[in-house]
């Protein structure tokens, strides 16, 4: 994240103010109903935690996402129902390189104690060589309503966090998933 | 400048307003610019404000959620003459197809096709050679071939 | 002697020359060659036939007249964007240089006050949502779709990957386990 570079000979000592102010008006900014869900996590932190800007960012909900499930439905109606079922998708992606391994993973096991002080439940812990994946979810009484996946890869170089939020059937989104490719995501708007 | 802009972003008022920041620039750089090469700046100044007014659109893009209960799809003009449903869905497939190309295709089809340029008032627009410009000219019209195929053949035609 | 090479050319060759065929480029030889092959080759007739099409809706498609109010628009903008600049270069060498001798004492003033209207201002209007509401357009939901798609694969690929390494664990284990 680039700093603001102020002329040495403008002497005006007051932009840490200017900061401190944007930083208290921010609870009023960005008032969504969706932060109101119980499975949706705000990603607006990681950006500071990770000190740059995401190479890899979707965000598709509301009436986008219903947009969405019907443009699929003629060549793929189960992945239009299980879209159907989801208020949101959101993710991010930052650059891994192998001499941030280490501080990255502290950084998501901020982000995982966060989620489990949250009432977030672990699925998977992986901790394998230069791979690191936890999955969570966010259950109420009779389904799942949430799920993050965090990944770190060092072989990948990446680290990637995804948060579905809606009535979810990992097994069915897994097996829908599997049709899909993950080559790399690029834009197919100019 | 418009009629580019206009084909380019398929949307009269964002063509407005680029063309209208294409024109204060030029004022503003007046001085700068070659007395002889205006059309060619200013051509080459509202492909690249175009490009970007298409990114910010995109960036937005991002967070749309349309309002409570009414999503419009955006369409693009088609005013002219009535054409039958097949001739439409053509055009619309087109118009997909060309906008799915990326730069600098996109801009040398329309440079090209829609506001008949030659290959070398294009290389002067684009500042590119002038052989790049017909390769890459031949792999754009490539691309909306091989595209439209693959659709038409999915559509019920 | 018959000079006209009658062979079928190769693909690439039509297809490096079929832009130049449909913008009458091509020199009298590979004309004729060319027309032989189209005639005679039922593909690269259809190819033909489409970039003809696509051809033709592009050069027939509709472009609106330019509006009957851009250009007023635009000469009144030039226009004070003019004055703007006079005013300004009035501004940097008069009125700046009487100003800064007092910079230290009104700008912080000046700011803090502006920070408070703008805190304000954002309380009052009930929070700033960044996202502009705008109307969803094919390309915007076809990019969606293809990022719906990447991100169930991705799910489902780093299932099947933790899977496999858990099954690498265990698995050993599992072996050297005792067995009912």
Same mark, same amino acid.
């Given at each position: +994240? ?43 932190? =990681? ?35 299980? =879209? ?41 812990? =992986? ?45 069915? +989104? ?17 | ?157 | ?5 009658? $062979? ?9 020359? /079929? ?11 590979? /004309? ?37 109010? /851009? ?8 226009? %004070? ?21 007092? %910079? ?19 309380? /009052? ?6 996202? %502009? ?22 799910? $489902? ?19 050297? $386990?005792?067995?009912?």
């Amino acid at each position: +994240m680039s700093n603001p570079i102020l002329p040495m000979n403008r002497p005006f000592p007051h932009w840490t103010i200017v900061l401190a102010c944007l930083a208290l008006i921010r609870p009023v900014l960005a008032q969504d109903e969706l932060s109101q869900v119980p499975g949706y996590v705000d990603f607006s932190e =990681l950006t500071s935690q990770f000190g740059e800007a995401p190479t890899l960012e979707v965000n598709i909900k509301g009436q986008l996402l219903k947009l969405v499930a019907e443009a699929s439905r003629a060549d793929d109606p189960e992945l239009a129902d299980l =879209l159907l079922e989801l208020q949101a998708i959101q993710v991010r992606g930052y650059p891994l390189r192998r001499a941030q391994f280490r501080s990255m993973e502290r950084r998501s096991e901020i982000l995982a104690g966060q989620l489990e002080a949250d009432g977030w439940e672990t699925v998977v812990n =992986l901790r394998d060589f230069g791979q690191y994946v936890d999955m969570y979810v966010k259950q109420n009484a009779t389904a799942i309503e949430g799920m993050v996946l965090l990944v770190l890869d060092s072989e990948a170089g990446e680290t990637v966090f995804i948060n579905i939020v809606g009535n979810i059937d990992p097994q069915e +989104m897994g097996r829908i998933g599997s049709k899909f490719t993950t080559a790399q995501l690029e834009d197919i708007t100019p | 400048m418009f009629g580019f802009a206009y084909h380019f972003l398929g949307d009269r008022e964002e063509a407005e307003d680029v063309t209208q920041e294409v024109f204060i620039r030029f004022w503003n750089h007046r001085q700068e610019i070659d007395g002889g090469q205006p059309i060619g700046w200013l051509l080459r100044v509202t492909r690249n404000a175009s490009v970007d007014a298409l990114r910010r659109r995109s960036a937005y893009r991002k967070t749309i959620t349309g309002d409570s209960g009414r999503v419009d799809i955006a369409h693009g003009d088609t005013p002219g003459p009535a054409r039958d449903a097949e001739s439409n869905d053509f055009r619309t497939l087109l118009n997909l197809a060309v906008d799915r190309l990326g730069e600098p295709y996109k801009s040398l089809v329309l440079l090209r096709e829609v506001q008949d340029l030659s290959y070398q008032e294009i290389a002067d627009t684009l500042e590119l050679p002038l052989t790049t410009v017909k390769v890459y000219l031949h792999r754009a019209r490539k691309m909306l071939r091989e595209h439209l195929t693959e659709v038409m053949h999915r559509e019920p035609y | 002697m018959n000079p006209i090479d009658d $062979s079928r050319p190769t693909d690439a060759w039509i297809d490096e020359r /079929l832009e130049a065929f449909l913008d009458g480029d091509l020199p009298p030889e590979e /004309l004729a060659r060319m027309e032989r092959v189209l005639a005679n080759d039922p593909t690269w007739h259809v190819r033909l036939t489409l970039a003809t099409r696509i051809q033709a809706e592009l050069r027939a498609s509709f472009t609106p007249a330019v509006p009957a109010g /851009l250009t007023r628009v635009i000469l009144s903008r030039a226009r %004070r964007a003019h004055r703007a600049q006079v005013w300004g270069d009035w501004w940097r060498t008069g009125l700046q240089t009487f100003l800064a001798r007092f %910079r230290a004492a009104w700008q912080p003033a000046l700011a803090l006050t502006s920070i408070a209207a703008l805190a304000t201002f954002l309380y /009052l209007a009930g929070g700033f949502n960044a996202s %502009r509401t705008a109307p969803a357009t094919v390309p915007d939901v076809e990019q969606a779709l293809a990022e719906v798609k990447w991100t169930l694969g991705y799910i $489902s690929k780093t299932g099947r990957k933790t899977g496999e390494s858990v099954q690498s664990a265990i698995g050993p284990l599992l072996q050297g $386990s005792p067995h009912e």
